[in-house]
Nanobody
Framework: QVHLVESGGGLVQPGASQRLSCTAS????????MAWFREAPGKEREFVAA????????YYADSVKGRFTISRDNAKSTVYLQMDGLEPEDTALYYC????????????????????WGQGTQVTVSS
């Protein structure tokens, strides 16, 4: 069974940085694309960033491009989301997700394409 566990959330001030981690178990981490999504109160879950299984492909939502960086360490079965220049609008529950097909060429940004999800970690940006 695949498990994804996020960590690193918390309360930060606007302009601060924070790094989220997501550690996976239950299958060969290095074979699957990974992504981060977020869900703010009253809003639908939205795509944040995705990374291909090799780490060579990365994609970002326009709202976070230039501020957030997704990376992965396949040896540690962990994907990261480095968030810089945080804004109150970034406040949300952040989820990591693992792709459905091994060694997929295309990196999806649609939530329905991801089969496994963590329970989420709360990020609150407020002064």
């Amino acid at each position: 069974q695949v498990h994804l566990v996020e960590s690193g959330g918390g309360l930060v001030q606007p302009g601060a940085s924070q790094r989220l981690s997501c550690t996976a178990s239950g299958r060969t981490f290095s074979a699957y694309n990974m992504a981060w999504f977020r869900e703010a109160p009253g809003k639908e879950r939205e795509f944040v960033a995705a990374i291909g299984w090799s780490g060579r492909q990365t994609y970002y939502a326009d709202s976070v491009k230039g501020r957030f960086t997704i990376s992965r360490d396949n040896a540690k079965s962990t994907v990261y989301l480095q968030m810089d220049g945080l804004e109150p609008e970034d406040t949300a529950l952040y989820y990591c997700a693992s792709g459905g097909r091994a060694y997929a060429v295309l990196v999806d940004i649609t939530a329905s394409r991801y089969d496994y999800w963590g329970q989420g970690t709360q990020v609150t940006v407020s002064s």
